[in-house]
Nanobody, 121 residues
């Protein structure tokens, strides 16, 4: 019904940058919230950034000032620009979108499959 596809992960040296993308497709009426999570080996998945339909964003302290989040409503796509990457940013990054698939229905949470980001020291 809905699919979220992440891209842009990879291997980068410490201090480098990457930009992740998350594209939503399928039966979409509206998306009122997007977010990025990450999960490092042996750790719980954590919320690191979110953006509302109005463009308001928030970040976890661990990434504040280094990561930016943006969205393209026309393309149903969200981005995460990651600068000054550190080895501790190594994780699988997941996108989430709260999507309305039918007029009058509630927004449901959908997840991407994840993309690996590895930062070498």
């Amino acid at each position: 019904q809905v699919q979220l596809v992440e891209s842009g992960g990879g291997l980068v040296q410490a201090g480098g940058s990457l930009r992740l993308s998350c594209a939503a497709s399928g039966r979409i009426v509206s998306i009122n919230y997007w977010a990025w999570y990450r999960q490092a080996p042996g750790k719980q998945r954590e919320l690191i950034a979110g953006i509302t339909s109005g463009g308001s964003s928030d970040f976890a302290d661990s990434v504040k000032g280094r990561f930016t989040i943006s969205r393209d409503n026309a393309q149903n796509t969200m981005y995460l620009k990651m600068n000054d990457l550190r080895p501790e940013d190594t994780a699988v990054y997941y996108c989430r979108a709260d999507i309305q698939t039918n007029y009058g229905s509630v927004h449901s949470r959908w997840w991407g499959q994840g993309t690996q980001v590895t930062v070498s020291s």
